[in-house]
């Protein structure tokens, strides 16, 4: 903790949030107002726009005028990692987050993770969990956890088969050192939809850890436009890149798609019941399918 202290000195860090962002309008306002009504309040909002065309300038026109503490964007780019990275360039905080525009906070997700990292030195970052809300923010009764304990190198390969849940981090629920962060580059356009998980495993091969906080911090929202969906396939595609890069073999994936499933199931006090999650997860299979096939 005094070496933290020592390197921002005795004021509170200051937590720069990046929101990229196209076209979500709809979401963006509540995505917004969890940054600014957070209980922890040294913080900046980053938005960096793509050039949306439903009001969204309006709308961070209108909020930028209320509060300093949002800056904007919006010019047209090449798509939601070259404006994650853009606003890496920009943001000036000792603490980084970056939040989709569809998903928000919980009210004191920033104060538990600055809490963390000043107590955790050795950790570059931290992540928590997330509770799956529809578009209406209404729960759906179910959610994901990060990792539990810590995220290390030497635990990367472990990390990949026990975890069957796409990202080892809850990407929405990461916060970490800038500096730090900085030396592990930025975020991957190759890996267009999946560029969180290729970013923390590049982390973790680096060098650095990641710890967890066992609570919600962010509410994840699921609707048929959402990227995970959208771009079902891709995404797997991608993923098979990473796990071939970071070493995992046939019986690897043998061991993540039955050990790793049941370790992932099992392990989350926010599981979907086994039946109705059985019978959930043949219908989102069937329309991925149909999805592909058109």
């Known amino acids: 903790m005094e070496n933290c202290k020592s390197e921002i000195g005795n004021q509170a860090p200051l937590i720069s949030i990046i929101v990229p962002t196209f076209n979500r309008g709809h979401f963006l306002e509540r995505c ?20 949306s065309k439903d009001g969204t300038v309006a709308l961070l026109q209108r909020l930028a005028a209320a509060d300093p ?54 950790y570059v970052g931290v992540g928590a969990d997330v509770l799956y809300v529809d578009p209406a923010g209404k729960s759906l009764g179910r959610g994901a956890v990060t990792y539990r304990g810590e995220l290390s190198p030497e635990r990367l390969k472990r990390i990949l088969v026990l975890r069957y ?3 080892p981090v809850m990407h929405g629920t990461f916060f970490g050192w800038r500096q730090r962060l900085r030396r592990h580059g930025k975020f991957d356009p190759e890996f267009s939809v999946c560029p969180d998980v290729e970013f923390y495993l590049r982390v973790l091969a680096g060098g650095d850890r990641i ?41 690897h994936h043998a061991l993540r798609l039955t050990v790793g499933r049941a370790v992932s199931y099992f392990g989350n ?10 019978v959930r997860e043949a219908r989102e299979f069937w329309t991925m399918r149909v999805r592909r096939e058109r």
């Open 165 to 167: 849940v796409v990202c």
């Open 32 to 51: 917004l107002r969890s940054v600014l009504d957070q209980t922890y309040r040294r913080l900046e909002c980053l938005v960096m726009d793509g050039g």
């Open 269 to 278: 006090p926010m599981r979907t019941p086994l039946l109705p999650g059985l």
């Open 211 to 251: 710890g967890s906080l066992p609570r919600v911090h962010t509410y994840y929202t699921v609707h048929p436009d959402m990227g995970a969906m959208k771009y079902y396939h891709r995404v797997r595609e991608q993923l098979n890149q990473l796990y071939a890069r970071h070493g995992l073999r046939w019986y």
């Open 69 to 122: 503490r949002l800056r904007f964007i919006s010019e047209p780019d090449q798509g939601e990692t070259y404006a994650t990275n853009k606003g890496l360039d920009l943001a000036r905080g000792d603490i980084l987050g970056i939040q989709a525009s569809d998903d928000f906070y919980v009210p004191d997700a920033v104060e538990k993770s600055v809490e963390f990292l000043l107590a955790h030195p050795q």
